[in-house]
């Protein structure tokens, strides 16, 4: 199975703190990707690391890939209570289909 | 800004009807996708489509399951004969060329 696996299953911190979110893959992939999934709506993609590529940054956001390890890491950093959502990676073989891990559920209180 | 809807929000269906849900995804994507999700677990996918005929499906998509674009716009599921266990949030995504999903706020299917 080529399926992600996040940890940890649950993070819950205080606003201004950082959040890092692991996730594991077995198969060989071209990209890995992360959403975001507020409770009950659809997911909305964060980011994109392609094979080739270590590390990415988005604002508050920082993506590293070890294709070596097979596992990629999130990190949000300063987070807010806005940022309490569930977080997935997502791995691609040829952009055809992602597949989805079990989620990281982040709990920021104010 | 563009983007995938999804009709029903919620679909309440006796176990063995017929449901389909529909989709409209983003006009100028070439890929269409339906994944759903128990309640509480993983995004599992179903279905890829491409070039009006499926590219690639999951062992859950099975002969219960079919898709369609019928008129260049829409993108349905249909589920022929519900199942207690379809009950699930079904997701419509769509993409251009690129690995960036955009993905609809989701169906929720309630069978009873």
């Known amino acids: 199975s080529q399926q992600g696996e996040e940890d940890p299953q649950a993070l819950s911190i205080q606003e201004g703190e950082n959040a890092t979110m692991n996730c594991s893959y077995k198969t060989s992939i071209n990209n890995l990707q992360w959403y975001r999934q507020n409770s009950g709506r659809g997911l909305v993609h964060l980011i994109l690391i392609r094979s080739n590529e270590r590390e990415k940054h988005s604002g508050r956001l920082r993506v590293t890939l070890d294709t070596s390890k097979k596992s990629s890491s999130l990190l949000i950093t300063a987070s807010r209570a806005a940022d309490t959502a569930s977080y997935f990676c997502?791995?691609?073989?040829?952009?055809?289909?992602?597949?989805f891990g079990t989620g990281t559920r982040l709990l920021v209180s104010p | 800004e563009p983007e995938v809807t999804q009709t029903p929000s919620h679909q309440v269906t006796q176990m063995g009807q017929e449901v389909i849900l529909r989709c409209v995804p983003i006009?100028?994507?070439?890929?269409f996708y339906w994944y759903r999700q128990i309640l509480g677990q993983k995004v599992e996918f179903l279905v890829s489509?491409?070039?009006?005929?499926?590219?690639?499906k999951s062992e859950i998509f099975d002969d219960q399951f079919s898709v369609e674009r019928p008129d260049g716009s829409n993108f349905t599921l249909k589920i022929r004969s519900t199942k207690l266990e379809d009950s699930a949030m079904y997701f419509c995504a769509s993409k251009q060329d690129t690995g960036e999903l955009f993905f609809g706020e989701g169906s929720r299917l309630t069978v009873l």
């Open positions: 489509f491409y070039n009006n005929e499926i590219s690639e």
């Open positions: 006009s100028n994507h070439l890929y």
């Open positions: 997502a791995t691609g073989v040829n952009f055809q289909k992602l597949v």
